[in-house]
């Protein structure tokens, strides 16, 4: 190579690694390319006493600020529960040996959600192979590349999401009581689409039944997992605003949860249900949406639940 | 990318980590001769580089290195692959 | 065997339990050569080098890529008459490819997910590793098998395998590396064999002093690699030990080598700088107090470098 070219070509290198650590450190990155996938990354806390793992309501219903212990929230946006066991055998060496807890958040539809085979790109940047369903080296190379090289594949929009980030900081509106309405039948409605049911009375079909079949098995390995280490779990249910709570019927919610309820007895785990608990579910300032808890709601529904677990 | 240009790019990235543009480093240095470098540097400098040459490391690779000759080594196996 | 091998040999402490022998019957220096991440040609002139100082034990695994360097120095040493096969120590390890980031056989080994441990036995797959390790290495036999972690749902497979191998003749010791306890424990309940040795990861900062106590209470020796990793990383503070090392005229990583001989630890350094290999083995001139054993272990804080869950999902 001519060193004109070695220059062209180092000052090309130089732009793009400069490119490289503003799209890592936009909102883009961390939450529409790689979402949840940095605290994973950057962990290092040793001797852990408190995590939960969990999913999208997970995400937005724990918070641990100015607690005293170390504790920290291990959901991922739609994260399957295959993906709260791989976590959890990935990461558990941080958890303190000499006793910890787990908390397991199930979402309403947590029974039904099956493993989302295969796992998305994020997992290839915070899960060890083998634990990655469906792994495949040259998948492996093609999501490394991604994640080394992010402003490879940054969309046109993304300047502006990231800008509007960055002005706004995510600072959310509580929505109106209609608008919660609104949001709680849509949120059903999508629910009972992805999980091909018509309501929640109709029979099962046999592919519900295999994911939950599939969604206990996961469940039993983390109880039998947590037992061999000294770790005590404990399954919950995060709570939702009371236009959500609504929608589900007792039978509903005995479809839903019971099988969940049934093993965490038969293993001497807590399973405690907020889905519909008053301290929550009527205070529309604690939440985002019909499902997802703000910050305020994050903080006191994480203080309420170390409490009622006596670890605070 | 030889060894030298290696060197003198990670010599870049040494002066940025440890924030002293005096840091100057051969094939031999070692830990001890720099005196911020400590266990947090070791796991910064070892981002930086895997940012800046677009390479990723094992944790075992990444403390394999006895010196910064080593740690050149592994970069150039790399980017050779 | 020369001056300097004999008393490596014979200033082992008191406190260990058992002595490497290779084949030609010789009790082995209580010290290795690490080898990772070294290749090729690079590793065959280190292993050439290290053999002059007087090393003998050469650790490395069937991921490292250095096998086939080991390979060329064993078959140059012969060649040039320096040393035979059997006056040397060769461990390696059964792994799940893992060492290096860019490995294309992640995942398949030892994997619950993985189609082909669907098609292949645990046994199978041990015997196609030993037999490319046995070709790479340039050897028909190896003196020291073990397995490089506990792969969940796997390991009591591997470990009945690698029994095989031994009463084949095949291996001449078998142990494992990075176990904890009830490893060990469900190894024995198990098969009723015990590893002979244990290869993990301790420093001043991370004793590991129940691990250490409870392999050397079974006849399961200590070995430690990467010993010297928490100097490289600037991690050990100094002042306690700069005494010692003002009255034994000894550098840091002396001190820290003499300290894992005296627990009873083989340690594993890695180096190719030829000053460093022979300073890494001049430790058998002195020894230090129980006291002095004791003011660096004081060191201890239970460091953790190694995130083990996410090298060994599960373990």
């Known amino acids: ?312 | 990318m030889d060894k030298k240009e290696v060197l003198s790019k990670l010599q870049e990235v040494f002066r940025e980590v440890f924030d002293n543009d005096e840091i100057e480093i051969n094939e031999n240095t070692v830990a001890e001769d720099i005196e911020e470098w400590d266990s947090l540097a070791h796991v910064q400098l070892t981002e930086k580089v895997q940012s800046v040459f677009g390479v990723k490391f094992s944790a075992k690779e990444m403390n394999s290195w006895d010196d910064v000759g080593e740690f050149a080594d592994s970069i150039i196996s790399k980017l050779g692959k | ?315």
């Open chain 1, 1 to 312: 190579m001519n060193p004109k070219s070695v220059q062209v070509y180092e000052r090309v290198g130089k732009v793009k690694t400069i490119l490289n650590a503003l799209v890592r450190r936009g909102y883009w990155y961390d939450n529409i390319f790689l979402p949840d996938a940095r605290k994973f990354q950057v962990y290092s806390t040793f001797n852990t006493k408190v995590v939960n793992l969990g999913s999208t309501s997970a995400v937005a219903a724990f918070d641990y600020t100015g607690l005293p212990l170390k504790a920290a929230n291990w959901a991922l946006r739609r994260n399957p529960l295959a993906g709260d066991w791989a976590v959890l055998r990935n990461y558990a060496s941080y958890l303190d040996a000499k006793g910890s807890t787990i908390i397991i958040p199930l979402c309403p539809f947590s029974a039904l959600s099956g493993d989302y085979e295969p796992f998305e790109d994020r997992y290839y940047s915070v899960l060890y192979p083998s634990t990655i369903p469906g792994y495949s080296y040259v998948h492996n190379v093609q999501a490394q590349e991604k994640i080394i090289n992010p402003i490879m594949h940054y969309p046109w929009y993304g300047i502006f999401i990231d800008f509007w980030h960055l002005c706004f900081k995510g600072n959310y509106k509580s929505m109106r009581e209609e608008d919660m309405v609104k949001d709680a039948e849509n949120r059903i409605g999508g629910w009972l689409k992805e999980f091909a049911m018509e309501d929640f009375n109709t029979p099962l079909s046999l592919w519900n039944k295999d994911n939950i079949s599939r969604a206990l098995d996961h469940v039993r390995n983390i109880i039998v997992f947590c037992r061999e280490r000294n770790i005590t779990a404990v399954l919950i249910v995060p709570p939702v605003y009371k236009t959500l709570s609504e929608k589900f019927s007792t039978e509903a919610k005995e479809r839903l949860f019971d099988d969940f309820e049934r093993i965490a007895n038969n293993n001497g785990i807590t399973f405690i249900n907020y889905l519909a608990d008053p301290q929550f579910m009527n205070d529309r300032t604690m939440f985002r949406d019909s499902y997802l808890m703000n910050k305020k709601g994050a903080r006191a529904f994480t203080k309420r639940i170390l409490t009622d677990l006596k670890l605070i």
């Open chain 3, 1 to 315: 065997m020369s001056s300097r091998i004999l008393l490596s040999v014979s200033s082992v402490s008191k406190r260990s339990m058992k002595q490497l022998k290779n084949k030609a019957g010789e009790v082995i220096p209580f010290i290795g050569l690490g080898t990772f991440p070294f290749q090729g040609k690079v590793m065959a002139d280190m292993v050439k080098s290290a053999v002059n100082v007087g090393y003998r034990l050469f650790d490395t695994a069937d991921d490292y890529h250095g096998e086939s360097g080991i390979g060329l120095a064993i078959h140059e040493l012969e060649q040039e008459g320096i040393i035979k096969r059997d006056n040397l120590f060769i461990q390696t390890k059964i792994s799940d490819n893992n060492a290096t980031a860019n490995e294309p056989l992640k995942a398949v080994y030892f994997n619950t997910n993985s189609k082909f441990m669907q098609r292949h036995s645990a046994e199978d797959i041990v015997r196609e590793k030993v037999s490319i390790s046995l070709r790479e290495l340039q050897t028909d036999y190896i003196d020291s098998l073990l397995i490089h972690y506990p792969f969940p749902d796997y390991y009591v497979d591997v470990w009945k395998a690698m029994i095989k191998l031994k009463d084949e003749g095949v291996v001449r010791y078998i142990g494992v590396s990075n176990f904890h306890e009830r490893h060990i424990e469900t190894l024995v309940k198990e098969t009723g064999v015990c590893p002979e040795l244990n290869e993990c990861y301790a420093s001043p900062i991370s004793i590991k002093q129940s691990l250490v106590d409870y392999c050397n209470h079974h006849d399961c020796m200590f070995v430690t690699y990467s010993p010297l990793m928490d100097i490289t990383a600037g991690r050990i503070v100094t002042e306690k030990i700069q005494p010692l090392m003002e009255k034994y005229g000894k550098s840091l990583a002396q001190i820290i080598l003499r300290w894992n001989i005296e627990r009873g630890c083989l340690p594993l350094p890695k180096t190719k700088n030829p000053s460093r290999l022979e300073e890494n083995f001049n430790v058998f001139d002195f020894s230090l107090a129980p006291e002095e054993i004791d003011l660096i272990s004081s060191l201890n804080c239970d460091y953790q470098y190694l995130v083990e869950s996410k090298i060994c999902p599960g373990i």
